[in-house]
């Protein structure tokens, strides 16, 4: 008898999209303690403040919160501190001239485990979107919506 893997959760930014129009994105490693690592697992995280700044050839995260492991016998580590990102060089130095135009940022997309079970971040490098570009996409999703219950009617 084979046991199936149980489905890792993935921490999603939903805001990141609707407030961002999203140009590129990043995968990035992650360094944490090892209840950082089980909180993420349970889903105790929240990403939706995050961003990412660049100095020189390191990447650093703030602004993420990863809850204290409630099962944890080491000291409770700060939820809101800053934490390294494990990016190439060459990925910093083709994403530091994109950040240092006005108007572009680096936000977390989502933080999930890969086949190997490494915790990685997915980064967007994004451009705010106006209010007006805003309703637009709501108007799309909406009227897709319709699109999608008509055509389940008819079936």
């Keep these: 008898m084979v046991s199936k893997p149980t489905e890792q959760r993935r921490i999603v930014n939903k805001k990141a999209r609707h407030l961002y129009h999203i140009v590129d994105t990043v995968e990035a ?6 209840c950082e690592v089980k909180s993420i697992r349970d889903g105790r995280a929240q990403i939706t403040d995050g961003f990412v700044r660049i100095n020189g050839y390191e990447a650093t995260l703030y602004g993420c919160q990863i809850d204290r492991y409630e099962h944890a016998h080491e000291a409770p580590h700060d939820p809101k501190r800053k934490r390294r990102l494990l990016l190439h060089r060459r990925e910093i130095r083709r994403l530091a001239p994109r950040l240092a135009q006005k108007g572009f940022t680096l936000v977390p997309i989502s933080i999930y485990f890969n086949s190997r079970g490494l915790a990685k971040v997915e980064l ?3 451009t705010g979107k106006q209010q007006h570009d805003k309703r637009e996409d709501l108007k799309k999703r909406q009227h897709q919506r319709d699109i999608d219950r008509a055509t389940d009617r008819r079936r």
Excluded: F, H, N
């Design 124 to 126: 967007g490098l994004a």
């Design 29 to 34: 490693g992650i360094v944490l303690t090892g």
